[in-house]
């Protein structure tokens, strides 16, 4: 297992990481940083999708939230549960399909880091550890996915927290929130350096207009608000 730490505010939180779970990074301190400006409270209820080693499910439930994380990888699971268990915070962790495990509930605040990095391949994979970065070849596969169910996800006056690359539409992931009613913005950005992955497929991307041959990307955090 590797020992990893998120930094929020000034907060430190240290996480354990087994091999194959997604590890705090850029993306995941920015998303943190939106949600330290919401109110919570014991009578909020939060959903993470796709939470990996817990990081902001435990950031949120440390505020007083009740949270619930959901991931389909069960080594995240895993690792969620045994990180909440470390800290002694109460944490719900299960495991599966987002949409399939939450039927039916509402919550107050929707947290997503889904995987959003464009692929050559069009089929999302099945298993392993590019389950967590691996969209499709617009990168919009679970984005989508996210967007198209947070109505659903919501009560009335709840918000979506969502992160993701620039490059995957920014201007499309604020139409199609509204078309689904939901009042949206970008409340915060980051430009960082492309990570392995990126720079692995870097003349595909290119061949796509996905890149400028730069190798840094814009990251992205929208508020959606359902009325």
Sequence with gaps: MLNTALTSGTTQVRLLAPPGVYRPQADTRLLADALSGEELGPATEVLEIGTGTGALALDAA?????????????????????????????????????????????????????????????????HGAARAWEAGPDGREVVDRICSSAPALLRPGGILLMVHSGMCGTATTLEHLSREGLTAEVVARATVPWGPVLRSRRAWLLSRGLADGGEREELVVFRARRA
């Design 62 to 126: 440390g505020a007083g939230a009740r949270v619930t994380a959901v991931d389909v990888s069960w080594p995240a699971v895993i690792a969620a549960r045994f990180n909440a268990l470390r800290r002694g915070t109460p944490l719900s962790v299960l495991h599966g399909d987002f949409a399939v495990r939450t039927r039916g509930r509402r919550f107050d605040l929707v947290l997503a880091n889904p995987p959003y990095v464009p692929s050559p391949r069009a089929r999302l994979p099945s």
